[in-house]
């Protein structure tokens, strides 16, 4: 059973940052693709950032702002959100899809965390 555990969202002024994290459970976790997406009310779904092996894909609307890294020791995806905008505001979702190719699709991801609330107050 794989499990991934979001932390470290909360509340912020626009032009802060914060980092979030995702512990996962299971062996081989450097093996594995790792996203996170975001979701804000009334919208889909959308890919934020993800990583694989030493790759980095993120999407346009955070390039430059967010930074998305692994420790495979400690089994944990983290994603460093800096310039925080107000439409940044969302919940988090960590994702792990079972393949190391780097994918911004939200179905190639076959397991999902709870989701971590990160609100942006202008």
């Known amino acids: 059973q794989v499990q991934l555990v979001e932390s470290g969202g909360g509340l912020v002024q626009a032009g802060g940052s914060l980092r979030l994290s995702c512990a996962a459970s299971g062996r081989t976790f450097s093996t594995y693709a790792m996203g996170w997406f975001r979701q804000a009310p009334g919208k889909e779904r959308e890919f934020v950032a993800a990583i694989s092996g030493g ?68």
């Open 55 to 122: 790759r980095t894909n993120y999407a346009d609307s955070v390039k430059g702002r967010f930074t998305i890294s692994r420790d495979n020791v400690k089994n944990t995806v983290y994603l460093q959100m800096n310039t925080l905008k107000p439409e940044d505001t969302a919940v988090y979702y960590c994702a792990r899809r079972e393949g190391s190719v780097l994918t911004t699709v939200t179905t190639a991801y076959d397991y999902w965390g709870q989701g971590t609330q990160v609100t942006v107050s202008s």
